[in-house]
């Protein structure tokens, strides 16, 4: 069955980095599509970034714009977000979706606090 699974999200301070991982299984991996979401307490779920499945095109919300990346290793059937230059406002619960057909992850909880 399809499954993705987040990992490496965690407490860190303003200006900090963090990289989290989205390990897919269940479907061919490099045929799709992935994304970053992110939802914030009393918030709407948002994309926070893009990658198409070969990996040559990206983009970002600008909100991210120039501080994170989203990359992925299709023999490693992994999706990353590496975010630098955290903020506080960047604090919320991040999933990794296939974008079609969609399929959620469970998400992993990022929180940016002095």
């Known amino acids: 069955q399809v499954q993705l699974v987040e990992s490496g999200g965690g407490l860190v301070q303003p200006g900090g980095s963090l990289r989290l991982s989205c390990a897919a299984s269940?479907?061919?991996?490099?045929?799709?599509?992935m994304s970053w979401y992110r939802q914030a307490p009393g918030k709407e779920r948002e994309l926070v970034a893009h990658i198409t499945s070969s990996g040559v095109s990206t983009n970002y919300a600008d909100s991210v714009k120039g501080r994170f990346t989203i990359s992925r290793d299709n023999a490693k059937n992994t999706v990353y977000l590496q975010m630098n230059s955290l903020k506080p406002e960047d604090t919320a619960v991040y999933y990794c979706k296939r974008v079609f057909p969609g399929f959620w992850g469970q998400g992993t909880q990022v929180t940016v606090v002095s």
């Open positions: 269940g479907f061919t991996f490099s045929n799709f599509a």
